[in-house]
């Protein structure tokens, strides 16, 4: 039971280039999502999704995509990256989106993305 | 204005001995509260959760209080040891929300020297 798994762990992209930012899960949760995390704030939400084929907007979505065509898997994609996407992000998941305090929210390690 | 507020920013402590982070909140109504660790490199790992009707929770050395009246949270470690050097989360979930609502404060970067 590997949880949530994120690769790659490090990526440097050129302004401009694009790429996918992996996360799969194996505990048959029906909610994932994508955060980005950086200095001195909190975990900003980009992306979620409440099952394959359903997605939505957080609060940071711009210059992001994403799908669910399964269950397991919920790629990250940046079109034409930018400086200001250098961030660390976070891939997260849960039985459900109800929160109902039980603590169960897994985060992935990490992917630790530069963008020169 | 962030509705979580995490004090110190950063903390040095001596192996054994106890330190308290704060967490300030404004979030109203809200669901319950979370203490999160989160090593250098990983991603943040639950610690406690409360609901808005408790006011303690303990997770071994680690012991979190909540004042519902004064909106803040309390993260208290006993006996440090080197492995507690992490960044601790707070993070708030409003009532109405579910885990696509949650606010994460900046965190407190905890050192615990030998």
């Known amino acids: 039971n590997a949880g949530v798994t994120q690769t790659p762990k490090f990526q440097v992209l050129k302004t401009g280039q694009s790429m996918t930012l992996q996360c799969a899960q194996d505990m048959n949760h029906e909610y994932m999502s994508w955060y980005r995390q950086d200095p001195g704030m909190g975990l900003r939400l980009i992306h979620y999704?409440?099952?394959?084929?359903?997605?939505d907007q957080g609060e940071v979505p711009n210059g992001y995509n994403v799908s669910r065509s399964t269950t397991e898997d919920f790629p990250l994609r940046l079109l034409s990256a930018a400086p200001s996407q250098t961030s660390v992000y976070f891939c997260?998941?849960?039985?459900?989106?109800?929160?109902?305090?039980?603590?169960?929210?897994?985060f992935g390690s990490g992917t630790r993305l530069t963008v020169v | 204005k962030n509705q979580v507020e995490q004090s110190p920013q950063s903390l040095i402590i001596l192996e054994g001995k106890n330190c308290t982070l704060q967490c300030n909140y404004t979030v109203s109504p809200f669901s319950n509260l979370r203490w999160y660790k989160q090593d250098t490199g990983r991603g943040p790992v639950s610690l406690t959760i409360m609901t808005f009707s408790e006011n303690t929770k303990s997770n071994g050395r680690y012991t979190a209080t909540l004042d519902a009246d004064t909106k803040q949270s309390s993260l208290h470690i006993t006996a440090s040891q080197l492995s507690d050097s992490a960044s601790y989360i707070c993070?708030?979930?409003?009532?109405?929300?579910?885990?696509?609502?949650?606010?994460f404060g900046a965190g407190t970067r905890l050192a615990v020297h030998p």
């Open positions: 993070v708030v979930s409003p009532l109405s929300g579910g885990y696509n609502k949650l606010i």
């Open positions: 997260a998941s849960s039985y459900s989106m109800a929160d109902r305090g039980f603590g169960g929210y897994t």
């Open positions: 999704s409440v099952g394959a084929g359903i997605t």
